[in-house]
Nanobody, 118 residues
Framework: QVHIVESGGGLVQPGGSLRLSCAAS????????MNWHRQAPGKDRELVARIFVNGQIIYADSVKGRFTISRDNAKNTVYLQMSNLKPEDTAVYYCQGLNQYNLRDEYWGQGTQVTVSS
């Protein structure tokens, strides 16, 4: 059975930092591209960062230089280190696994709320 569980969200002041974790089980983690998405109220879900199976990384322009995605295949976990947070980063953050050989084979977590406010 597949499980993807995000953690690490919370309330932080502007300029602060948070580290999100995404623990996965039930599928071949090392063979999946891992993504962080976010969805703010009233907005579409957007891709924040992706780490490919080969370690290549891409970021949304809005988070470049502030967010860092990483993965630990031994722990089946992907992380999102977020720094210099802004109010516009407020959203529910979702973790997604995407099969490198079949992009229609995907798994999602339930999300974790990040609120940036003074």
């Amino acid at each position: 059975q597949v499980h993807i569980v995000e953690s690490g969200g919370g309330l932080v002041q502007p300029g602060g930092s948070l580290r999100l974790s995404c623990a996965a089980s039930g599928f071949a983690f090392s063979g999946f591209h891992m993504n962080w998405h976010r969805q703010a109220p009233g907005k579409d879900r957007e891709l924040v960062a992706r780490i490919f199976v080969n370690g290549q990384i891409i970021y949304a322009d809005s988070v470049k230089g502030r967010f860092t995605i990483s993965r630990d295949n031994a722990k089946n976990t992907v992380y999102l280190q977020m720094s210099n947070l802004k109010p516009e980063d407020t959203a529910v953050y979702y973790c997604q696994g995407l099969n490198q050989y079949n992009l229609r084979d995907e798994y999602w977590g339930q999300g974790t709320q990040v609120t940036v406010s003074s």
